[in-house]
């Protein structure tokens, strides 16, 4: 009877009363229906207003294609280029200790801490017609600002912490123990890397990915900066949108934005996804029996 007395009153102890949890589920639902459900439902709302016809012209205007095309291959070159740049940074932060550590990490979180425009701007000082390479850029011919290169480093720069920073704390909570014993048992570096590291973060990795390439076709300041804005050439879909909003075009520029809004929820489906295999394999690596091999001793029969 003393253990049932205990119990319950730690239950009650732990437990918020029920008016608690209801007011702040519903401050919570509130939150979520007033900045996020409505204004998306807006979106779509006004891209709608004048049917089906006006919103799929919007869309197959030449100036919107170029845009789409621009915000693709921009994305396309930015996420492989920051994919590789997160895992080897985040291996070496995480997996090695080394002098300018510290300096290194700060780094990454660098693109965090400085406002997009200002990057953009450095780069306008750097590569413009009046920078520091721009006449010698200029005496060869070669364009990046107010160019395709421009708009691409603008978005690297912007995107490449997603990767790093999603794979450090989850390479630092593994540790080293199946590294140093797959490279006991003779696995090469390559080996290591491809059977036992490369499982352990695969899930950390598409999360990272994901969100990297959501930012990167999301981005506008550091873009707006070294694009020039013009039409049809360098302007991605937040900068068309914007174009045509200030040209009173409101239903298309809402058309355009709708298909960023697509982008986003299919970008948490896709997460959403990925989680939840995660947690499945999270289960089934759990009711595993201790006796199960690990990946180091499948490295060595190789």
């Known amino acids: 009877m003393s253990t049932s007395v205990v119990i319950r009153r730690n239950t009650i102890s732990t437990t918020e009363a029920p008016w608690v949890r209801y007011t702040l589920t519903g401050i919570a639902l509130v939150f979520v229906v007033l900045f996020l459900i409505l204004p998306l439902a807006a ?3 006004e891209a709608l207003r004048k049917g089906l016809g006006a919103y799929f012209a919007a869309l197959q205007e030449p100036d919107a294609w170029s845009a789409i095309k621009l915000t693709l291959i921009a994305a396309a070159i930015s996420v492989p280029l920051n994919l590789v740049f997160g895992v080897a940074a985040a291996w070496a932060i995480a997996k090695y200790e080394f002098r300018g550590k510290s300096f290194l990490t700060t780094l990454v979180d660098l693109p965090f801490s400085v406002s997009p425009v200002v990057a953009g701007l450095i780069y306008v000082l750097m590569f413009g017609a009046q920078g520091w390479f721009g006449p010698w850029l200029a005496a060869h011919d070669i364009k990046i600002i107010f160019a395709v290169p421009g708009i691409v480093l603008a978005t690297v720069f912007v995107t ?10 989850l390479m630092q909570a593994q540790g080293n123990d199946e590294e140093q014993a797959a490279i006991v048992l003779g696995a090469t570096g390559w080996q290591t890397f491809w ?16 969100l990297c390439n959501a930012r ?8 707006s900066v070294v694009s020039g804005h013009i039409r049809g050439q360098t302007n991605t879909l937040p900068l068309h949108v914007e174009i045509l909003y200030n040209e009173y075009q409101s239903v298309a520029a809402f058309a355009v934005a709708s ?18 295999r995660h947690e499945l394999e999270l289960k089934a690596a759990a009711d595993l029996p201790p006796e199960q091999p690990r990946a180091a001793p499948a490295i060595a029969a190789q």
């Open 43 to 45: 979106v779509f709302t």
């Open 259 to 276: 298909l960023l809004a697509i982008l986003a929820l299919v970008t948490l489906v896709i997460k959403s996804v990925a989680e939840w």
């Open 216 to 223: 990167a076709m999301g981005e506008f300041g550091a873009v």
């Open 195 to 210: 059977h036992v590291t490369l499982p352990n973060i695969k899930w950390g990795l598409i999360y990272g990915v994901i």
């Open 160 to 169: 490449f912490p997603f990767i790093a920073r999603e794979l450090i704390p």
